[in-house]
């Protein structure tokens, strides 16, 4: 597994990084397919002005990619919450994995072409869209890799879409509801 640790907007000594590299080394525990983890560690002020320290973690397990942020008044603490969140969305994306492999054989039996099925539509994805900023938007969709990210503008609270045009730059679709 390769492991990166970041500090931004913050001062991670040695120590600092070594205790992080070794909480997420025990994330290998549950599942051994984990290719990476880049944890970042910053310092915000949230809406009471207390300065938080912020660990926010990626972990990119076999194709799939899953996030975690925790924030504390400590770092020590941030780093153990955000690890154990994130042991726990890798647990549950295992067992998913399991029934997934379960339900495969029973469907293979009864599968209908999904192309027939849907009318040319291949792939159907439903997710609950959270208010979040254009920045956020934009760090998302670089964090995915994805050509566009569909989100709930924070501002306008409206849905958007982010995406990159062919010459590198971001375009920004604002849809709005009648």
């Keep these: ?15 600092m990084r070594a205790y992080a590299q070794g909480k997420l080394e025990k994330l290998t525990r549950h599942f051994d397919q984990i290719m990476e983890a ?8 949230n809406k009471s002005l207390e300065t938080m320290k912020v660990a926010r973690l ?3 397990v076999n194709g799939t990619i899953l996030k975690a942020v925790q924030a504390s008044e400590h770092v020590n603490e941030a780093v153990d919450l955000v690890v154990d969140k994130m042991d ?30 849907l009318n040319g539509v291949a792939k159907i994805k439903r997710f609950h869209l959270q208010p979040i900023s254009e920045e956020q938007a934009k760090t998302e969709m670089t964090d995915l890799g994805h050509s566009f990210f569909v989100f709930l503008n924070e501002d306008s609270q409206e849905v958007n879409i982010l995406y990159r045009r062919r010459n590198g730059s971001l375009g920004l679709v604002e849809a709005a509801l009648r």
């Excluded at 880049?38 to 002020?45: F, G, H, I, V």
């Excluded at 969305?89 to 209908?112: D, F, N, P, T, W």
């Design 88 to 117: 726990r969305q890798i647990r549950q994306h295992k067992e998913r994995l399991r029934s997934r492999r379960k339900g495969k054989a029973e469907e293979a039996e009864s599968a209908v072409p999904s192309e027939t099925r």
């Design 38 to 45: 880049r944890m970042e560690l910053a310092t915000e002020k």
């Design 58 to 60: 990626v972990v990119h």
């Design 1 to 15: 597994m390769k492991v990166l640790i970041q500090a931004k907007k913050a001062a991670a000594d040695p120590r």
